[in-house]
């Protein structure tokens, strides 16, 4: 399975972006999918996932600003993101939850004050 993030771009504080990620090789219907970013810096964090059954779960900073869903036919899975802030700049990447396939270059997400 390969996964490739796409979406991402430069957007003023308090904009709305849409990142994409796309499945090649295999369904993701069965497993957990998550969405991390890693900030200049700082570690790679897990900000975002869905189950298999379809529930969500945020990490605090992120919660009530981004929306993670699936495709019905979940080769695709998206992060809805509004009201970006400055410190939301981060390259963003998508992975199972834990992480289990290789890291695809993931796609970059900044956000000017």
């Known amino acids: 399975v390969q996964l490739q993030a796409s979406g991402g771009g430069l957007v003023q504080a308090g904009g709305s972006l849409r990142l994409s990620c796309a499945a090649s090789?295999?369904?993701?219907?069965?497993?957990?999918m998550a969405w991390y970013r890693q900030a200049p810096g700082k570690q790679r964090e897990l900000i975002a996932s869905i189950s298999r059954l379809g529930n969500t779960d945020y990490t605090d900073s992120v919660k009530d600003r981004f929306t993670i869903s699936r495709d019905k036919a979940r080769k695709t899975f998206f992060l809805h993101m509004n009201s970006l802030k400055p410190e939301d700049t981060a390259v963003y990447y998508c992975?199972?939850?834990?992480?289990?396939?290789?890291w695809g270059q993931g796609t970059q997400v900044t956000v000017s004050s």
């Open positions: 992975n199972t939850k834990p992480a289990g396939i290789t």
């Open positions: 090789g295999s369904r993701l219907s069965v497993f957990t």
